[in-house]
């Protein structure tokens, strides 16, 4: 049984940063994407980003895109969410998933397409 464990949510006010960390204590994900979905209070749980397994592409949420950082470090089987200019839409429990979608724009966003995914990390933005 995989445990994805993430780290580093909590309380932020608006225009400030937040570094989420995921990783799976003595397992490698060798060829496997990763990425971040988020689920607001109330509303229906979103796609953020993904990443490939050599780190060189990534997608993102529109919403996100130019705010949000995805990266990874293989050598420590981890994958890292930097979170900039954070506004309170962004307040929402984030998860880490893994998995090996078609690293296509239109594939990644697909729940179904991850095979493992973390318990999640409250992130609150506040005005």
């Known amino acids: 049984q995989v445990r994805l464990v993430e780290s580093g949510g909590g309380l932020v006010q608006t225009g400030g940063s937040r570094r989420l960390s995921c990783g799976a204590p003595?397992?490698?994900?060798?060829?496997?994407?990763m990425g971040w979905f988020r689920q607001a209070p109330g509303k229906e749980r979103e796609w953020v980003g993904t990443?490939?397994?050599?780190?060189?592409?990534?997608y993102y949420l529109d919403a996100v895109k130019g705010r949000f950082t995805i990266t990874r470090d293989n050598a420590n089987h981890t994958v890292y969410l930097q979170m900039n200019s954070l506004k309170p839409e962004d307040t929402a429990v984030y998860y880490c998933?893994?998995?090996?979608?078609?690293?296509?724009?239109?594939?990644?966003?697909?729940?179904?397409?991850?095979?493992?995914w973390g318990q999640g990390t409250q992130v609150t933005v506040s005005s």
């Open positions: 990443i490939n397994w050599a780190g060189t592409t990534v």
């Open positions: 003595g397992r490698t994900f060798s060829g496997y994407a």
């Open positions: 998933v893994v998995g090996r979608p078609a690293f296509v724009r239109t594939v990644v966003p697909r729940q179904s397409e991850y095979d493992y």
